[in-house]
């Protein structure tokens, strides 16, 4: 039996390593063929590479397999991940019911609050969520299907994201979304779901609901986290060999996401109400506006989006974040005295 255990122990290292190498061949002499930067990009993609190289084992390897199912996470550049539009779900039938079972467990097993079907190869609308990342916590587990977002909010937050397709321990960087948001979409049973979500919740809901659209929360990053990844993405690019690899997204998808993307990495002021002004407030912001904003914490120890947390990480999010937007101004209530109730005759 001894025995047995200590094949089995020496198996999983083995394939531990055969991951890492592949990693590392794949990184040395696939990834440079995929980059056209500019001479500028270059030099920062070359010192970024340089720190990484020596630090390659702690890039995130998603499980090769998970049990109970035959699915596993696919992960950028691979095609399912860009195609739109993802077919909607009509039938609400066992082998649905089956599917839905599996991306659940995928989830929980991937340490993730959500999983959306073209993660797992799968182009239907179809995304899970649990925003605790708790199995137990049943009654915030969810089933979406053909999804909509009909509102958003003015008022936007800011924290780190990840993905379980990107690797989001070194793929990891800001994302706006909004505060809340009102949603429609049917439920595993096929029934029509209207709800208003906020904080994190609304969060998981709008990245799961990005990649739907062929939106991976990278295309969100400023400019500065997009240069801090760029030699962690060049690994994903070099790992995948096929010729089919889609890099970037939908362009009518890419100009329609609200709230917009991140173009730097200071914050707007406080006082903007118009979502359209925010990607040029976002640009315009200088060391003034930091005074109104309140910047998220690096490490959040409750979960949600440290360095190393994200939608690849689990855990709830908090209030932690920036948040923009309209600031309503609170009516102070004026008490008036009864005097019916007083014995002071100053009060009558």
Not at 131 to 149: E, G, L, W
Not at 237 to 247: F, K, N, R, S
Request: hydrophobic letters at 30%; proline letters at 5%.
């Amino acid at each position: 039996m001894k025995f047995i255990i200590a094949l089995a122990c020496l198996a999983q290292s083995a394939e531990a390593l055969l991951q890492y190498q592949k990693l590392q061949l794949n990184y040395k002499y696939g990834a440079s063929s995929q980059s056209s930067q500019s001479s500028s990009s270059s030099q920062s993609s070359s010192q970024s590479s340089s720190q990484s190289s020596s630090n390659s084992l702690q890039m995130r390897l998603n499980p090769t397999s998970f049990s109970g199912t035959d699915y596993t996470i696919i992960e950028f550049p691979r095609p399912a991940l860009r195609r739109v539009p993802n077919a909607p779900i009509v039938l609400f039938d066992k082998a649905f019911e089956t599917i839905t079972q599996q991306m659940i467990n995928i989830m929980y097993q991937g340490k993730g609050v959500g999983l959306a079907a073209p993660q797992i190869g799968i182009n239907q609308s179809l995304f899970v969520y649990n925003p605790t990342a708790d199995r137990s916590i049943t009654n915030m587990q969810r089933i979406v299907c053909n999804p909509k977002i009909t509102q958003y909010s003015d008022e936007i937050e800011v924290q780190q994201e990840g993905c379980l397709s990107m690797r989001s321990d070194d793929c990891a960087g800001q994302v706006a979304r909004s505060l809340w948001i009102h949603v429609h979409y049917q439920n595993e049973l096929g029934q029509k779901v209207t709800r208003r979500l906020k904080g994190f919740e609304a969060r998981v809901f709008q990245h799961e609901y990005d990649h739907l659209n062929g939106i991976l929360c990278y295309d969100r990053f400023p400019p500065e986290d997009r240069k801090t990844v760029h030699a962690n993405i060049q690994k994903l690019l070099g790992l995948y060999t096929e010729d089919d690899a889609l890099v970037d997204p939908d362009s009518i998808m890419m100009q329609s996401m609200q709230p917009r993307p991140l173009t730097a990495k200071r914050m707007p002021p406080l006082g903007l109400v118009s979502s359209e002004l925010q990607e040029n407030a976002l640009t315009a912001t200088d060391g003034a506006d930091d005074k109104k904003a309140k910047q998220a914490p690096t490490n959040n120890k409750s979960g949600g989006f440290g360095g190393a947390g994200g939608f690849g990480g689990g855990g709830g999010g908090g209030k932690s974040g920036t948040k923009v937007g309209k600031k309503k101004d609170k009516k102070k209530k004026v008490k008036v005295r009864n005097g019916n109730f007083s014995s002071n005759p100053t009060f009558k």
